[in-house]
């Protein structure tokens, strides 16, 4: 009944609220223990592993990079994570931005190796990378040329059974040439996986931009070899543009290398709409039609004089496509600006109602010759590009340490007309872009007519018209062999044509030059024994001097 008291011996139950602050009470217990548990592991971790996988990377860098410097971070964070950073590789160059910079390396343990006693990298990720291999890639070739050395205070840490998953994240990569301005490649992402035993499979993509690439490195230890696989850059966000790339390294005392690339057939417009808006010309022809290209370069790594260089450039259906349409612009009299280096700017008409104008057809074939023997040997021949001037002028660079120019006259046309005279890689690009156009919408002979009426033969003196004037006091249809010889020497130079007559006589080493290309003309039978004899005797009556 109520208000009883219970029967001896029997306990009263205890309530629901009571028992459930009891069960409170021992899971907060737990969790206490468990937290203080974890964090007695974490610091435990942070002692010992982070000290120890610290020590592994300076070893390495030691060996593998003299000169690297790891900062002061090392750290475990919440995801059992070792954070070590930042990376640095310095230049060689005094005053140079670093040749790589990584701001931080996060590396995930292979636990279950870690129950063995190994410490051993599950994934290793590297975040906030800048890479400057300086202009020509110099920075590249002396890293090459630095001797790696083994390691202090102890072996080559120890291989790991598996290699660890490569991350890269926020990327750049800044391509740049002497005396230019370095075009950022980037931010890009990559992700580097062990497909089978000795390969890696890659794959990138250029982040917000329709940029991919993937393919497989395959390395062998023992005859330390690498070779990249199945290899493919695709450009656009349907990928229709796309680069095949092949090509293999074998390291040693001497390294050598081998490369190729194939693009296309590739619808010309298509390309320029996959590519980022900074490398796309903002003025000049934009045909349509495919265009297919191949490459190949072969030879000891820092020995390029003995590169063996393949290029072939199909321009065949683009030209077709192009001349079967509308007339290019440039077919007829156009107005142009050429770039002062003083500032000054004057209005040029390209064309026959300009008094100095001549057309390539008036002038006599040893002036033209003249031109192209010195210019661009080759011109009649390729399709705007000059791959071995090109392999010549990188086996001059590597000895001399700065890269000549190799541009052929097409390409000089696009510079001339379409770009500044800024030296950045996008603007190489541009000018790449801008010669096959060119090539592909216009006759040779109206490229050169073009070429001959805009380029500088002096200071401030555009077209041969303007030149032979200046230099000779007569028409350019007058000039005699020695004078188109003189005028062509004048055009890798003519800023310094001006001081050229100061003293009323001509230089000895410039009337060399002259002769030279005389003789290289009459052995090309560009002239007869009679022009070339006379073009020797004959003196140059300059109009001021």
Known sequence: MPGEFPEKGVRPERS????????????????????????????????????????????????????????????????????????????????APPLLRAETIRVGPRWVALLGGRAEPASVTLAGIRIEPGPEGREIRALLDRPSRPARGGASPRRPASPPEVWIEDATIALGVAGGRPLDLGPFAAHLTSAEDGVIRIDAALDGAPFSFHGLLRWDARQRRAALEGARLSLGRDERARVDLWGEILMGPEPRFSGAARLGPLDYAALLDALPPELVPEEGPRPSGPIGARLAVAGPLRRPSEWA?????????????????????????????????????????????????????????YVIRAVTTSEDAGFFAHQGFDFEEIRNALAEGAEARRLRGASTITQQVAKNLFLTRERTLARKVKEALLTVALEASLPKARI???????????????GIGEAARHWFGKDARALSPREAAFLATVLPGPSRAGALLAGGEMPEAWRERVDGLLLKMRAAGQLDDDQFREALRAPLAFAHG
């Open 16 to 95: 629901a609220p009571l028992a459930l602050l009891g069960r409170r009470r021992l899971a907060l217990a737990a969790a206490g223990l468990l937290a203080a548990a974890g964090l007695a592991a974490h610091l435990w971790i942070e002692r010992s592993l982070v000290r120890h996988y610290r020590s592994v990377a300076e070893r390495m860098l030691a060996e593998r990079l003299p000169g690297a410097r790891l900062g002061d971070l090392a750290a475990l964070d919440w995801r059992g994570r070792i954070v070590l950073g930042p990376l640095e590789v310095p230049a060689r160059e005094r005053g």
């Open 448 to 462: 050169l007519e073009i070429y001959l009426n805009i380029a500088e033969w002096g200071p401030g003196i555009h």
């Open 309 to 365: 260089i393949s290029a072939d450039l199909d321009l065949s259906a683009l030209r077709r496509a192009s001349r079967a349409g509308p007339a290019a612009p440039l077919q007829g009299s156009f107005a142009w600006r050429p770039e002062q280096s003083d500032g000054a700017s004057r209005e040029i008409l390209i064309g026959p109602e300009r008094a100095t104008f001549v057309p390539v057809a008036d002038l006599p074939a």
